[in-house]
């Protein structure tokens, strides 16, 4: 009789048991069901976006970008995020110290359990913590560099460069002084890192295979936390040049302009790269004045111009400003780039669908041609697998003291410098 009660129990612990695993199997077979599919820093309701910038340093600079991209991403999740799920960015300070930005981005992947990184500032501190990221399959979104060693789809996937590439921005200058200026005597001053190291590699390699090694007759660098570069900028003076490309970070940029027109430098053509040509970033402080003449390179509309005044997309973000951010200026054109690192970030977490893996975020990252209408008619933004280089036509642009003007890459600047 004793043996027989004990068999209906574990019969029937058995059969809780068989119930409690196939309710659980159903469970678990839940998300599958419904087509969806997360990694960590997904949920339903919540995709969570890593990042590092320098908010202690540069004199706060960066710290207002990272509210502009807080600002966008709050503006797109109130209009419904993607496919329901709210962006939150976590970004921590790395005071533009490599060894930070590693243990910062160390927290934000392994306690802050973010489903990727973007929009992390500066080449050195980037390339720190490349491989880490790309074991982990980690996608590292719209890097702010412009450097080609980003541009590595084959052995770095999951890094994107978030600038144009400074080796193509260099070669459009190239060729326009070689074009426009054969007797030219170039002057470059540049940065020791990697953000302007790639542009002196592509000035020295144009030139030589154009023949013209000897029209670069003086070159000096300087750390980017430099202070000043005043002997840097007298010796280049004093090199007899009259051409000179000046790839900085703004505050070194600043001084470049003040210090080539206070010394009565008799300049034909200043070139100075993309990422410090703002106007109210670098120009406000040098004076617009002094800034007239300088060529760059550009991509976006321009807030101040009239010409976009009645554009739906300017309208838009103009509405946009002044909702979230009163109190900076709404024609900075630095804001225009990172409402369109937002955008791209937006564009491809939408494409992924309910399938929000980092897999997928990589699919579908190499396979986007963006829609950013605050771009330039004609200009191209698209990611291949092959080429991570997303600005596939930009263009020249001379400051006529008040707005960029598009030049003729086949015809000298128009305006002369003062």
């Known amino acids: 009789m004793k043996k027989n ?14 119930s409690y695993d196939a309710q659980a199997q159903d469970k678990a ?3 599958a069901s419904t087509g969806k599919k997360y990694d960590p820093g997904v949920t339903d309701t919540e995709i969570k976006i890593g990042s590092t910038a320098p908010l ?19 503006y797109f999740n109130e209009k419904g995020g ?30 802050e359990q973010v489903f990727m990184m973007a929009h992390q500032i500066g080449a050195a501190q980037a390339l720190s913590v490349r491989s880490y990221l790309n074991k982990k399959k980690i996608p590292s979104w719209m890097i702010s560099s412009g450097s080609p060693l980003f541009n590595n789809p084959g052995q770095y996937p999951y890094s994107f460069q978030g600038q144009n590439d400074n080796t193509v921005e260099m070669g459009m200058y190239v060729d326009f002084i070689l074009k426009n200026y054969p007797d030219a005597k170039i002057a470059y001053m540049g940065s020791t890192d990697e953000s302007g190291q790639p542009y002196l590699r592509a000035l020295k390699a144009k030139l030589k295979a154009a023949g013209k090694e000897k029209m670069l007759v003086g070159q000096q660098m300087a750390y980017p936390t430099d202070a000043t570069i005043s002997a840097q900028m007298l010796a280049l003076k004093e090199s007899g040049a009259n051409v000179l490309v000046s790839i900085l970070g703004i505050p070194q940029q600043i001084q470049s302009i003040q210090e080539a027109r206070s ?11 993309i990422s410090s040509s703002s106007r109210e970033a670098t120009f406000d402080f040098t ?20 010409r976009w005044d009645n554009d739906p997309a300017m309208i838009e973000y103009k509405d946009f400003m002044r909702k979230y951010m009163p109190n900076e200026k709404i024609n900075d054109v630095f804001f225009i780039a990172f409402w369109g690192w937002a955008n791209t970030t937006i564009q491809v977490l939408q494409k992924c669908g309910e399938n929000l893996t980092r897999e997928n975020f990589l699919k579908q990252a190499q396979n986007i041609k963006f829609d950013l209408p605050l771009s330039l008619p004609g200009s191209i933004t698209q990611i291949t697998p092959n080429d991570y280089n997303w600005y596939k036509k930009i263009f020249l642009a001379q400051f006529d003291g008040q707005l960029y003007q598009q030049i003729d890459a086949n015809k000298p600047a128009p305006i002369k410098l003062q």
């Open 82 to 111: 993607v496919n329901g799920r709210k962006i939150t960015l976590i970004t921590l300070d790395d005071a533009f110290n490599t060894s930070y930005t590693v243990s910062q981005t160390r927290k934000l992947i392994e306690e």
């Open 263 to 273: 010394s009565g430098w008799k300049l034909d053509l200043h070139i100075i790269n």
């Open 5 to 18: 009660k004990l068999l209906l129990l574990l019969a029937a612990v058995c059969m809780i048991g068989s």
């Open 29 to 31: 077979a839940a998300p």
């Open 56 to 74: 202690s340093v540069f004199g706060g600079i960066f710290v207002k970008y990272n509210k502009m991209l807080n600002a966008t991403y709050q």
């Open 287 to 306: 004076g617009l004045e002094a800034a007239k003449g300088i060529v760059s390179t550009t991509f976006a509309k321009d807030p101040a111009d009239p």
